[in-house]
């Protein structure tokens, strides 16, 4: 696509039309520039968009698109209709006409394992008139999960966008499609005489954008995206093309459908294999399946296999890797590398006889819902848990499902009795698509959403800010047990030995009220107790002896005050010497904390205001859980971002603006370690009035940095 010689003229380019003093823009020559602009600009976008790797940082790109915005505005002569300032329209789409596709867009066939491929590869070896034994060789590609597109260039210019339809008409989604960066407005086919060439493709929206969009939709308070297909499609059929390009769609190129010269004459016969054509894609510019794993990535996304044998083993490590890639993919692509072979294959009505797809295990599944069970929470929210009939599903079995809120319930009209659809994507928890209601016998029951806790019988209430009903009994035993269940978990207090069960069968011997119980328990007891023994009462007491030495951010965090997460926990750790002064902080004082906002400074400020709280945490430290702020506390608030960063720092003498303590908590929201003495490790000595011994130390190293006051005020403020 681009030499490395172009290349380091366009980024020379690129440097001179940034520092060319804005005055000059629309002196002489400013076609030129414009032309010059478009030039560049459409470098870096490849250099980002397709090939993942920009040469200019995000500001000096948007200078120099600025600066053509600048020229087109002032000569509109100048715009050209594939400048890169012309990706986003602002008409609307009224409504999305029809085109025809060049040549029929097929569908695959469908391959679930190995049996399948190797009969696969038997038919293919029939059709091609080969023998048995002899090898053939295939493509092997992700199968992209997203939107089918058809691309159309005309005069090495993008003429128009399809989608893929019934396979002979599409919708024409051209205005949404020009917004793709990846999507070059312009590719010189003609230097390889192609007059006019049809690409398919997939339109995709890469796994970590699709979350950020669903997380920003659910705080606008708009329904979700079920998964990034969906995102993808819809995105390719706004109405307004601002709004696709705010998706971040992506295409990947892999099939040349269509090529003709000018005379008309069909040119895909001058390639000989699939792998030539798709490079020639790459040449001019297209994203496409890459041979080398891009950086971050374990696996190459195609490969050129010599057997079927090969093709199975890189099918398989797909399967592996699936969740890993950044992309959703539903299975590979196997694709007869040889166009003459592809040419004796040939094509059912359906699909080419020359390629299939390996389709990975499948992640939905449908199932009963047998019953909803309304769990309370360890901060009293009530969770509906949908009973399933166990189904197997991407190697787990499933059978309780959350369904969230009773709005969820409600939006997906779900019924006790009802045929469920579960999907399971990657890491992801299964969920519940949706309900079959075509599939109802009349023996269904509507969901009633309890008003009473089903575990306290308190009346539940639900905040007017929140989706969720809530038990506000603390009391309540199911609370008390999640709060336990929760105290001793990995990113809590971490107790190994006292999980979920473990802390139930206490529970139920009467041996647990709350969790400083879980700091006096009777060793001697559990040791009795069935599947206990005098080891595992030995291991358990090791484990909660250590857990009281934790720093304070884990118990903290561990003490489940709604929306204090390991972060606050852990900024919060760092301000305070023992978890006690918090008794006296007011609801401003938490707010003066970074990150800290006024819904989780109002739940801790409460939490210490209760005289019940105070009392467990007395009793805690009573029986030997620390409540004092430790060094790994201290750290773990340390501003990396601050200006003193990675000093240390040191106050001797009287200050005359602040008081020491005061001095020290500013030094080290500043990011700097407080240290304990002059030494050669000390970076800075801040001296006041009457400095005695230390200064006279530290002017003696004369390694120390010496400020006064005033210097570090001035220091902190930077
Ligand atoms: S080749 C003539 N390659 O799968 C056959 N299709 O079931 C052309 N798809 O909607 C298809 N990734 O959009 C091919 N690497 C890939 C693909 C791929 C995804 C989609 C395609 C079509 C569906 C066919």
């Known amino acids: 696509m681009y030499s490395t010689d172009d290349q380091r003229k366009l980024y020379d380019l690129s440097k001179k039309l940034l520092y060319t003093p804005q005055a000059d823009l629309f002196g002489e020559g400013v076609a030129e520039r414009a032309e010059d602009l478009r030039r560049v600009i459409r470098y870096h976008d490849w250099r980002y968009y397709v090939q993942n790797d920009p040469v200019v940082s995000d500001f000096e790109y948007d200078q120099l698109y600025k600066q053509l915005q600048a020229i087109e505005e002032q000569f509109p002569a100048l715009v050209t209709p594939d400048s890169p300032t012309q990706r986003v329209g602002k008409d609307l789409v009224e409504s999305f006409g029809q085109v025809a596709h060049l040549i029929p867009m097929l569908s695959l066939d469908n391959s679930y394992n190995a049996g399948d491929l190797d009969d696969f590869d038997e038919q293919v070896k029939k059709l091609c008139k080969l023998d048995k034994d002899t090898d053939v060789e295939y493509c092997v590609e992700p199968k992209y999960d997203g939107g089918t597109i ?7 210019r993008f003429l128009r ?4 339809g019934d396979g002979y008409m599409g919708d024409d989604i051209t205005l949404n499609i020009k917004t793709l960066k990846s999507v070059p407005l312009q590719a010189s086919f003609s230097k390889h005489g192609i007059a006019r060439a049809e690409l398919r493709g997939e339109a995709l929206i890469r796994k970590d954008i699709f979350e950020k969009i669903n997380k920003k939709r659910q705080d606008a308070g708009e329904a979700l995206f079920a998964n990034p297909r969906n995102a993808a499609t819809g995105g390719l059929r706004m109405k307004d093309p ?10 990947f190129l892999y099939q040349l459908g269509y090529a003709v010269d000018k005379e008309g004459d069909d040119i895909l016969k001058r390639f000989t294999t699939h792998d030539q054509s798709i490079h020639l894609l790459r040449e001019l510019g297209f994203k496409v399946p890459l041979h080398q794993p891009e950086p971050g990535n374990h696996l190459e996304e195609t490969k050129t296999c010599r057997n079927i044998a090969e093709v199975i083993a890189f099918c398989n490590a797909w399967q592996e890797y699936r969740d890993e890639y950044p992309y959703e993919i539903d299975g590979m692509v196997i694709k007869v590398n040889s166009l003459e072979y592809q040419e004796r294959c040939g094509y059912t009505s359906h699909h080419p006889r020359w390629a299939i797809a390996f389709k990975f295990k499948a992640r939905q599944a449908t199932t009963r819902l047998r019953d909803v069970e309304f769990q309370v929470g360890k901060t009293g929210a009530i969770t509906p848990v949908a009973k399933l009939e166990p189904v197997p599903l991407a190697g787990v079995t499933v059978q309780n499902v959350s369904l969230h809120n009773e709005e969820f319930i409600r939006s997906k009209d779900i019924r006790i009795g009802d045929q469920v659809l579960v999907e399971r994507a990657g890491d992801v928890i299964p969920y519940i698509v949706k309900s079959l209601a075509e599939l109802r016998t009349g023996s269904e029951r509507v969901i009633h959403y309890p008003k009473h806790c089903p575990v306290c019988h308190s009346e539940l209430v639900k905040p007017e800010d929140e989706a969720i009903w809530r038990c506000e009994n603390s009391d309540c035993e199911a609370q008390v047990l999640a709060r336990m269940i929760f105290h001793t978990s990995k990113h809590a207090m971490d107790i190994e030995g006292l999980g979920e069960s473990t802390i139930e069968k206490f529970y139920k011997l009467g041996w647990l009220h709350s969790i400083a119980d879980l700091y006096r328990l009777d060793y001697e007891k559990i040791a009795q107790l069935e599947g206990f023994g005098e080891k595992s009462a030995a291991n358990l007491r090791n484990a909660v002896e250590k857990a009281k030495r934790n720093p304070i951010h884990r118990l903290l965090h561990s003490l489940s005050i709604h929306h204090l997460g390991r972060k606050g926990s852990t900024l919060l750790a760092a301000e305070i010497g023992h978890v006690l002064d ?7 004082k938490y707010q003066t904390i970074k990150d800290v906002g006024p819904v989780l400074a109002q739940n801790v400020f409460n939490f210490f205001q209760n005289p019940h ?11 030997g859980v620390n409540l004092h702020q430790t060094d790994e506390d201290k750290k773990a608030g340390v501003n990396t971002e601050g200006p003193l960063y990675g000093k240390s720092i040191l106050f001797t003498g009287t200050l005359s603006q602040m008081t020491r303590e005061e001095a020290e908590k500013r030094a080290a929201a500043a990011g700097a370690s407080i240290a304990s003495g002059v030494s050669k490790h000390l970076s800075i000595l801040v001296v006041g009035e009457k400095a005695g011994s230390k200064l006279k130390k530290a002017q003696e190293l004369g390694t120390v940095e010496i400020w006064s006051e005033q210097e570090f005020l001035q220091k902190i403020e930077q």
């Open 150 to 156: 058809a691309l159309v260039y005309d005069n090495d």
């Open 161 to 164: 966008a399809a989608t893929r």
């Open 242 to 251: 601002r709004e696709a390009a705010e998706r971040g769609l992506e295409a």
């Open 582 to 588: 918090l008794k006296d902080w007011d609801l401003e």
């Open 613 to 623: 709280n105070i009392e467990l945490l007395e009793t805690m430290e009573r029986l």
